[in-house]
């Protein structure tokens, strides 16, 4: 069973990366969010008073990014020095999908995943009037890269990739 980096001796703790090399880094996350018919109609329609959902929620998912550190307790603040996110609308749903990227000692997936979920929960903020039955569904990692644990792809989960990329990054 791997070490829990984040306990010692039963006790959370923020793990010392300051011996560690910077290198460059970067993960990609996605996230769903299913729209009740009604939601989806106010969507499509346009006529949303606090703007364009996708627009405002791929903003959302910037700014969350860059604030990581301070929603994910035990999360060291990095330099993002590159974000990408995405937020379309797909047959399933709002397809949300970020890559990070960093050179710190620590990597960039927790960036990643708190961009799709920040963007996601913003889509149900701005669509809410229309619909409380929106669910944030499929949030995960797709990928990472760097790093002494080496890199990581998701395996396939059927999911629609986000338009221009792979679905891995």
């Keep these: 069973m791997p070490e829990l980096t984040h306990f010692r001796d039963g006790l959370p703790r923020?793990?010392?990366?300051?011996?560690?090399?910077?290198?460059?880094?970067?993960?990609?996350?996605?996230?769903?969010?299913?729209?009740?018919?009604?939601?989806?109609a106010a969507l499509?329609?346009?006529?949303?008073?606090?703007?364009?959902?996708?627009?405002?929620?791929?903003?959302?998912?910037?700014?969350?990014?860059?604030r990581t550190a301070d929603l994910i307790t035990l999360c060291h603040p990095i330099p993002v020095s590159g974000a990408d996110v995405r937020v379309t609308l797909e047959e399933a749903g709002v397809y949300v999908w970020a890559r990070v990227r960093t050179t710190a000692p620590t990597g960039v997936e927790?960036?990643?995943?708190?961009?799709?979920?920040?963007?996601?929960?913003?889509?149900?903020?701005?669509?809410?009037?229309?619909?409380?039955?929106?669910?944030?569904?499929?949030?995960?990692?797709?990928g990472k890269s760097g790093g002494k644990s080496g890199d990581y792809a998701a395996p396939p989960s059927g999911g629609v990739a986000a338009p221009g990329t792979s679905g891995e990054g």
């Design 14 to 40: 923020m793990v010392d990366v300051s011996g560690k090399v910077a290198t460059a880094r970067e993960a990609t996350a996605e996230a769903w969010v299913r729209l009740p018919p009604e939601a989806r």
């Design 110 to 142: 927790m960036e990643a995943l708190t961009a799709v979920t920040v963007a996601a929960l913003n889509v149900y903020d701005m669509l809410k009037a229309a619909s409380k039955a929106i669910e944030v569904t499929g949030v995960r990692l797709l």
């Design 44 to 66: 499509e329609a346009g006529t949303n008073p606090k703007g364009d959902p996708l627009t405002v929620a791929r903003l959302a998912g910037l700014a969350g990014c860059k």
